[in-house]
């Protein structure tokens, strides 16, 4: 029964927190409860079994006028409101009816927010079952729905926080405090939190102050219920059946039996006024039963007991009209998906029957094709590969045939030009014999008129420097990239390193490069040896193989 208690108080919670707003008059409007000392039954017999007035015929007409007009989304949360009216009415069939038809509805046009709010009524009626796991695996799927929602930017988080709040009530029911402080918690920590209204701000508050109170921390817990109090008698007074028994429960235990009963008593009141929260009102009279044997008023005590008995057929008893389809669990949304699933079979079948009678001959068409296209590509294949090698190979060949011819050009160019070089030599060998036979008749004649020597002289330097360039010009035309490569991999060269690297190239021996340069042939070897540095050689590799590369 204590856990009968606590479902019912879930229950209460839950559907207030859910649906804020009252859609039945009662928005703006708070309690003028009269004093009450003693026992109020409730009148068993038009309270809980007569309609109470014509919501759900509005809600039921406006479903209808939705769906006429197209507009499915509305008519489903119209189903969503209907359901949490039945329940809050306790005619549980009626609620999980409509939350089924919801869910159905929901699938069908694929809108995730309405799914969840389905999902998240179904678990209530669910949870008054005692059916927990079946309740706790709605509450979760209603909150994988809605953090999707939060995390693609479709839905808002206030209602990811309605999941965060049903979770941590469920898990104090189950006594899980731990765990209902920190789904709690989470509430406090969506993003919007600050344009929460702060009457839903109340129930996080409410419920806050009801673990402090599980939690052992009674006395802390009473004045912030009494303070939520205030709120709920001014904009949620229906709420107040919840709110008076948790008080006297507190009383209660604190041995106050005087305020306990008050407030026990002011329960049924608000309940019976609202005719709200009536899944509540059967505990609280076996709390009062339980008072009333503890004072040793045992009529009363029975009277209440008696009460909380029939209302307790009532609403659950299995043979109660009300509820012998729900225990049934006759679950509508999953007959109907079976039922979809089944036709759909039936159709694949019958389909496939019609098409059987064609399959062996597409598939012996298919296969006949298949082949023929895979000889076929076959032969494409072998006939585009004995291509390509053929006309690879004429492509090898014309290219070893093309550098042949270039290096037999090159060769016969650098052996003209290597001809050309010497008979440079030759002639700057003469001329400097004649230079020389110049500059003895020069000294033999010392004192006289030497102007026309010393201009023969110079004629014969002026030259020598155009045989140099005449030569440095053919090499060049000869060897276009030769000094272009040589800078690329070695850009210290100077000029002077660029003139030898050209004469080891033409294989110039040491005494042809001295006549050619003008100096001795010791300082051409120097020069080569500095050469072979700058390049990095070493004394096995040879400067000519090396240079010939280039």
């Given at each position: ?56 015929e509005n ?52 809108n ?6 389905a ?14 796991e ?8 209603a ?7 939060v995390?693609e ?26 765990t ?11 993003r ?12 996080y508050?409410?419920?806050g ?6 939690f ?32 006297g ?10 305020q306990?009963?008050?407030?026990y ?6 309940g ?35 009460q ?45 029957e019609?098409?059987q ?24 294949v ?12 004429i ?11 270039s290096r ?8 003209e ?54 030569f ?6 000869v ?10 991999e ?55 193989e090396?240079?010939?590369?280039f």
């Amino acid at each position: 029964m204590v856990a009968l208690t606590l479902r019912c108080l879930f229950i209460s919670i839950a559907f207030n927190f859910l649906y804020p707003m009252d859609l039945w008059g009662n928005q703006n409007h708070p309690i003028q409860l009269p004093q009450v000392s003693n026992l109020q039954l409730f009148d068993l017999e038009n309270d809980f079994n007569a309609e109470q007035d014509s919501i759900p015929e509005n809600l039921e007409r406006a479903y209808k006028q939705y769906l006429e007009n197209g507009d499915s989304l509305q008519a489903i949360r119209i189903l969503n409101n209907l359901a949490g009216f039945y329940s809050n009415r306790a005619n549980y069939d009626k609620s999980y009816e409509a939350y089924w038809k919801a869910l159905l509805l929901s699938d069908e046009m694929n809108n995730l927010e309405t799914k969840a709010a389905a999902y998240n009524g179904i678990g209530i009626l669910y949870s008054l079952y005692e059916r927990r796991e079946e309740a706790l695996d709605y509450y979760l799927k209603a909150l994988e729905l809605r953090r999707n929602l939060v995390m693609e930017n479709l839905g808002s988080d206030l209602l990811l926080a309605r999941s965060y709040f049903s979770l941590a009530i469920h898990y104090r029911y189950e006594k899980e405090f731990k765990t209902a402080r920190n789904y709690l918690d989470s509430c406090y920590n969506v993003r919007s939190w600050d344009s929460i209204p702060a009457l839903n701000k109340a129930f996080y508050d409410l419920e806050g102050a009801f673990l402090q109170y599980h939690f052992g921390e009674i006395e802390a817990s009473i004045p912030q219920i009494l303070q939520q109090l205030q709120i709920f008698e001014s904009y949620k007074s229906q709420y107040l059946v919840v709110i008076y028994s948790f008080l006297g429960d507190i009383y209660y235990d604190t041995r106050n039996f005087e305020q306990s009963e008050y407030y026990y008593l002011m329960s049924l009141h608000a309940g019976k006024h609202f005719m709200k929260h009536l899944n509540f009102v059967p505990d609280v009279y076996i709390k009062l039963s339980r008072l009333y044997a503890k004072t040793e008023k045992f009529e009363s005590a029975f009277e209440s007991l008696k009460q909380a008995n029939e209302i307790n057929y009532i609403l659950y008893s299995s043979r109660s009209p009300n509820n012998r389809h729900l225990l049934e669990i006759q679950d509508n949304y999953r007959i109907e998906k079976s039922k979809i699933e089944q036709l759909a079979k039936e159709k694949r079948l019958a389909s496939l029957e019609h098409e059987q009678s064609v399959w062996f001959l597409k598939s012996l068409i298919f296969v006949i094709g298949m082949v023929f296209i895979l000889i076929v590509g076959i032969l494409i294949v072998r006939f585009l590969i004995v291509k390509h090698r053929a006309e690879k190979k004429i492509l090898e060949n014309n290219r070893m045939l093309e550098q042949k011819q270039s290096r037999e050009i090159l060769e016969i160019k650098n052996k003209e030009l290597t001809a050309f070089t010497i008979q440079l030599i030759e002639k700057e060998e003469m001329l400097a014999n004649i230079k020389t036979e110049l500059k003895a008749q020069k000294k033999a004649a010392e004192g006289k008129d030497n102007r026309d020597i010393e201009k023969i002289i110079r004629k014969i330097d002026h030259n020598s420097n155009q045989y140099w360039e005449e030569f440095e010009a053919r090499f060049i035309a000869v060897n276009n990239q030769f000094y272009e490569n040589l800078k690329k991999e070695f850009p210290k060269l100077s000029p002077y390193d660029l003139k030898i690297c050209a004469l080891v190239k033409l294989n110039f021996s040491g005494k042809e490069m001295a006549k050619l340069l003008g100096i001795s042939v010791e300082s051409v070897n120097t020069s080569r040896y500095r050469l072979r540095k700058k390049l990095g050689l070493n004394r096995e590799e040879g400067l000519w193989e090396f240079i010939s590369k280039f």
